[in-house]
């Protein structure tokens, strides 16, 4: 097998706006649902790819946030215990 080796894979020229997600979990899985409109989709991850991608995410933000400022959330950020995201628009 060859080291390092690029695979190319077709990305859909749709871009979907993100009205919602939930994220649920057992012992084995992450489950991360979105909501696009009025169509829903299921992704499975490992705990290994939820926390990777968790890790994405907090670097894209933190970078966004150097180039433009800090993204201000309507009512606050949530909280450390996150009991009550839900009230931010998307549910735990």
Wanted: net charge positive.
């Amino acid at each position: 097998m060859e080291k390092n080796k690029v695979t190319s894979i077709p990305l859909s020229p749709i871009t979907k706006g993100l009205s919602g997600a939930a994220v649920l979990f057992d012992e084995m899985n992450f489950y991360l649902q979105t909501i696009t409109g009025n169509s829903a989709e299921q992704f499975l991850l490992s705990p290994i790819h939820a926390k990777r991608l968790r890790n994405l995410i907090i670097k894209q933000v933190k970078s966004y946030e150097t180039s433009y400022g800090e993204i201000i959330m309507k009512g606050s950020n949530p909280p450390d215990d996150h009991t009550s995201l839900k009230s931010f628009g998307f549910s735990s």
